[in-house]
């Protein structure tokens, strides 16, 4: 299923490693970015944007697949007849590793961000 990355509010959306908000965050999607639905789990969506595969929040995600106006993702799950279909019923561990350890490189960037902003913010 193709959909559009929107939001109620802000310019980008989080493109998390699982399906939860505590786990890392591998990117920020701007706002009107086309991605590729390829599983859901409740009400999480795993996407592809520009290469990158990871989970979203349904309700950051219009679905328009079929050209017609675009849909909200339903917050059912759907069930896949063939674990295969998309071929990653296995993860590549090595990729896993190397997108994991990026998604805490840029937490790590992005919370000495903040600090720089706060320290320039008081002077």
Do not use: H
């Amino acid at each position: 299923m193709k959909g559009t990355v929107t939001a109620k509010s802000g310019s980008t959306v989080k493109l998390r490693q699982k399906p939860s908000t505590d786990c890392p965050i591998y990117w920020d999607i701007p706002v009107g970015t086309e991605l590729q639905v390829v599983d859901q789990q409740e009400n999480w969506s795993k996407c592809i944007s520009g290469g990158l595969t990871g989970w979203m929040k349904n309700e950051f995600i219009r679905l328009n697949d079929d050209g017609t106006e675009d849909q909200p993702i339903a917050s059912e799950p759907s069930i896949r007849e063939d674990p295969d279909q998309f071929g990653d019923s296995e993860p590549d561990p090595e990729l896993e590793q190397a997108l994991t350890l990026l998604a805490d490189i840029y937490q790590t960037l992005q919370d000495l961000c903040e600090r720089i902003l706060s320290v320039v913010g008081r002077g």
